[in-house]
C-alpha cells in the first residue's frame, strides 16, 4: 500500500455522479501535457492518400534491421495472396534481442515477471538472449529445423517467451495454445499442424490451486507426428516423462551451446500459425509470416502506446496464448526494446487489488487490458485502485470487444485519474496488428469508439448487399487494402481462406466478420461480430465448436448453442439441448455437460447456462433458426416465424427458457 497516493481520489456516490456528469460529455480532447509531447502529435492517420499506404509501411519496415534489404514493397499480383518486402530477409529474434544487446542495452530489463504466489524475476535482454540461443541449439539437437512446427502449450512464465524466439531464430513456425485450453484441444491443434515438438510445463497454477499439465496431456492420447515433448519444471510435481520421447526443460538448456547464430529468413517466411474460433467447428489456423508481421506490430506498438522505450514501463494483461499476447506481449515491445510487465495470476488473486499493486511496484506507464476485466474491476471497486499510486500511468488501452461508455469512463476517471488518453484498440488474430485505434496526443476520443483507421491502413463501412460505402450508418465492416502484418492463409487450407475473408466482395476487399457505424464526423463505433462467434470476455469462441462438443455428451441427442448479453463477460453462452429418449434434465446432469465442455475445450467454452428443450425450431428446410434462439434469450419479440416448421412449439420454449434463468 502506498502512503503517497493523492488524496482527492473518488469513490461512492462522489464517484457515480462524476460519471454520470461525463457521461454527457461525450468527447475527450487529448490532454494538454500530453499532446504536447506524444508520438503521434504530427500525425494525420486520415490524410495519407492511398498511394501512399505501401510507402509509409515501407518506411516502418526500415527501422528494422534487414539482413538482405527489400526492394519490393507489396506485391499485388495474385490477391488475395499478398506478399510485403519478399526479398529481404530477417531475423525476428535479432530484431527483438541481438539488436538491442549490441547497442548497449543488454542489461535493460525485458520482463519483470511476477508470479501467482508473490515471486518476482527481472529478465534482461542479454539474459533472454542467452536463454533463447540455447534453446534455438536444444530444438535443433531434438531435430527441429527451419520450417517444422512447434507446439508450445505453457503458462506465463518466462519460458513461453524463451520457446517462441527460440523457434523464431531458427525459422521453426510456433503453434502457441492458451494455457486454458483443455489437453484435448491442445491435442488436436498439434495434430491439424503436424507439430514435431511440443513445449509445455509440468503444472500449472490458478489462483492457488496447482493443476498438472504434462500428464493431463499425455492422458489425451498418443500423437504419431510428435517427436518429443520438452517439459518445463514450473510447479515441481512428479511428471510422467517417456524416455526417448520426453525432456526436461533445464536438462537440454544447460546442456546446449551458448550461441546459435540468428540465420536471415525470408520475409515470408511463416513466423507462427495461431489457431482463432471462426463459424465452424473446425479452428481457423491463422499463418503469420515474418517481415510484414514484425513491421506492423512494432510500428503500431509505438505509435498507439506512444512508447519510448527509454522512459516507459508497458503492460498488456493479456495471455501469450492469444494474438494479443503474442504482437504485444512478445514481438511489438521486444522489437521496440521496451520493458514489459509478465503478470502469471489472475487479476483477483491473492486478492482484487493485485494489478494496481504491481502498476504502483513497477512503475507501470502504459496499461493495456480488456472490457471484460474492466467490468469485473469496477465491481469490486475503486477502492482498490484508490489506495495504490497509479501516478506513473501515461496511456490505458482495451482490446478484445466493444467497450461500454460507463466501463470506458470508469478506467479514465478511477484508474487514469482523468489524466491519461483511452486507446481502444479494434484488430483480429488475422489483422495481426492493431488496425483501428485512437492515436495518443491526437485524436478526440468518444467513450465506446474505436475512432479511425491508423495510417496506412483503409477500413470502410460498407453496404451488406451493395458493398457501397455507408458514409453515415450501420454496415459491415471491411479493410480495403493490404497491411503488412495481415495473414497470409490459414494452415493448409487456401480456398477456406478466400471464401471466408476475400470472397463476398472480390479478393481485394477483406471482410471482417464484425458490424459497424460510422457516425457523422467518421469516427467507427464496432457493433459485434455477424457470423456465428461468440465473444466471451474477449475470447472468440465458436457456437458450432461447443455445439459439436456437447453432442458427443452420450445423453445429449441434440444442441443449439447461442449468445446471450452478459454485464460482466459482454457476452455469454447459452446452450438448449434435447436429451436422449425419455431422459430429465436435471441440475446434475446440466453440470455434467457444462464440465464436459470445459474438459473438451476449456473452462472458457463452459456455457453458462442449459435450457432442457424437446425440439429446437427448424426452418421448413431443417436448419437451425439461432436468430429465434437469440431472440428469446434476450427477451426481444420475435422476429418473422413463418418460416419455421412448428410455430407454436416457441411459446414453449419462451417458458423453458424463463425456467432455466
Ligand atoms: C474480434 C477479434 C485483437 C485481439 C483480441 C481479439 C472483437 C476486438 C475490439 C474492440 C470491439 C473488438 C471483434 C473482432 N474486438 N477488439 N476494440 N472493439 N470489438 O482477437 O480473438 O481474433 O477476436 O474481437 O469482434 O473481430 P480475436
Known amino acids: 500500500m502506498s502512503t503517497s497516493a493523492p488524496s482527492l481520489l473518488l469513490s461512492g456516490e462522489q464517484l457515480d455522479r462524476r460519471l454520470e456528469e461525463l457521461l454527457q460529455q461525450k468527447r475527450f480532447s487529448p490532454p494538454a501535457h500530453f499532446a504536447a509531447t506524444a508520438r503521434g502529435r504530427g500525425a494525420a492517420p486520415d490524410v495519407l492518400a492511398e498511394s501512399d499506404q505501401a510507402a509509409f509501411w515501407a518506411e516502418q519496415a526500415r527501422t528494422l534491421h534487414w539482413d538482405t534489404p527489400f526492394a519490393s514493397v507489396l506485391d499485388e499480383s495474385n490477391p488475395p495472396f499478398y506478399t510485403w518486402f519478399a526479398d529481404g530477409t530477417l531475423n525476428v ?71 517462441m524466439l527460440a523457434c523464431a531464430r531458427i525459422g521453426a513456425p510456433h503453434n502457441v495454445v492458451f494455457g486454458g485450453f483443455a489437453p484435448e484441444a491442445v491435442k488436436d491443434r498439434m495434430k491439424v499442424s ?41 510447479v515441481g510435481i512428479d511428471v510422467p516423462m517417456r524416455p526417448g520421447r520426453d525432456v526436461f526443460y533445464d536438462e537440454i538448456l544447460a546442456a546446449a551451446d551458448d550461441v546459435c547464430p540468428a540465420h536471415p529468413m525470408e520475409a515470408e517466411h511463416p513466423l507462427f500459425i495461431l489457431y482463432s474460433s471462426g463459424s465452424t467447428a473446425k479452428p481457423k489456423g491463422i499463418v503469420h509470416t515474418t ?95 484508490n489506495v495504490h499510486d497509479l501516478s506513473t500511468l501515461r496511456v490505458l488501452g482495451s482490446v478484445g470487444e466493444p467497450i461500454n461508455p460507463k466501463a470506458w469512463l470508469w478506467y479514465h476517471v478511477v484508474v487514469g485519474r482523468e489524466r491519461c488518453p483511452i486507446v481502444d484498440t479494434w484488430w483480429q488474430t488475422e489483422t495481426g496488428q492493431i488496425m483501428i485505434s485512437p492515436v495518443p496526443g491526437h485524436t478526440e476520443t468518444k467513450p465506446g469508439s474505436a475512432c479511425q483507421a491508423l495510417p496506412g491502413v483503409v477500413a470502410d463501412v460498407v453496404d451488406e448487399k451493395t458493398g457501397e460505402s455507408v458514409v453515415q450508418g450501420q454496415g459491415l465492416l471491411v479493410l480495403k487494402r493490404p497491411w503488412p502484418a495481415m495473414l497470409r492463409t490459414l494452415y493448409g487450407e487456401d480456398e477456406r481462406y478466400v471464401k471466408t475473408y476475400w470472397s463476398r466482395f472480390g479478393p481485394e476487399t477483406y471482410v471482417v466478420g464484425d ?83 470445459a474438459r473438451y475445450i476449456g473452462k472458457i467454452s463452459r456455457p453458462k447456462c442449459i435450457v432442457w428443450i424437446d425440439e429446437l425450431p427448424k426452418t421448413n428446410s431443417a436448419k437451425i433458426m439461432r436468430r429465434l434462439l437469440r431472440d428469446i434469450m434476450e427477451g426481444r419479440p420475435l422476429g418473422d416465424v413463418t418460416t419455421l416448421s412448428d410455430p407454436a412449439a416457441m411459446a414453449d420454449l419462451a417458458r423453458r427458457v424463463a425456467a432455466a434463468q
Not at 529474434?93 to 515471486?119: I, K, P, Q, T
Not at 536463454?131 to 527441429?144: P, S, Y
Not at 453432442?551 to 441434440?558: L, Q
Request: net charge negative.
Open 515 to 597: 458490424a459497424a457505424i460510422r457516425d457523422q464526423d467518421g469516427s467507427l463505433w464496432i457493433v459485434g461480430r455477424i457470423d456465428d462467434v461468440i465473444n466471451v470476455s474477449g475470447h472468440r469462441l465458436s457456437t458450432a465448436e461447443v455445439e459439436s462438443v456437447i453432442m458427443t455428451h452420450a445423453k445429449v441427442a441434440e444442441a443449439a448453442v447461442v449468445a446471450q448479453s452478459d454485464a460482466s463477460t459482454g457476452q455469454a453462452i447459452v446452450a438448449f439441448v434435447i436429451l436422449r429418449g425419455e431422459l430429465e434434465g436435471t441440475p446434475e446432469l446440466e453440470a455434467e455437460i457444462r464440465e464436459h465442455v
Open 194 to 234: 503436424a507439430a514435431k515438438v511440443l513445449v509445455t510445463a509440468d503444472g500449472g497454477r490458478r489462483k492457488g490451486k496447482t493443476m498438472p499439465v504434462k500428464a493431463a496431456y499425455d492422458a489425451a492420447g498418443e500423437l504419431d507426428s510428435l517427436e518429443h515433448i520438452v517439459v518445463v519444471r514450473h
Open 291 to 385: 517481415g510484414g508481421y514484425l513491421t506492423g506490430v512494432s510500428s503500431t506498438h509505438k505509435l498507439v502506446f506512444d512508447l519510448d522505450s527509454e522512459r516507459d514501463v508497458f503492460w498488456c494483461t493479456a495471455d501469450v496464448g492469444w494474438v494479443t499476447g503474442h504482437s504485444y506481449i512478445v514481438y511489438g515491445p521486444l522489437c521496440n526494446g521496451a520493458t514489459s510487465v509478465m503478470f502469471e495470476g489472475a487479476p483477483d488473486y491473492p486478492h482484487r487489488g493485485i494489478w494496481w499493486e504491481l502498476i504502483e511496484r513497477y512503475g507501470v506507464t502504459v496499461f493495456y487490458t480488456a472490457p471484460t476485466a474492466i467490468r469485473a474491476c469496477m465491481k469490486w471497486g475503486a477502492e482498490e485502485p
Open 93 to 163: 529474434s535479432y530484431n527483438c534481442l541481438d539488436r538491442h544487446v549490441l547497442a548497449g542495452h543488454g542489461d535493460r530489463v525485458a520482463f519483470h515477471w511476477a508470479g501467482e504466489e508473490g515471486e518476482q524475476r527481472a529478465i534482461t535482454y542479454a539474459e533472454l538472449l542467452r536463454d533463447v540461443q540455447r534453446f534455438a541449439n536444444a530444438l535443433k539437437r531434438l531435430g527441429v529445423g527451419k520450417g517444422d512446427i512447434v507446439g508450445i502449450y505453457l503458462p506465463m512464465i518466462p519460458e513461453v517467451v524463451v520457446a
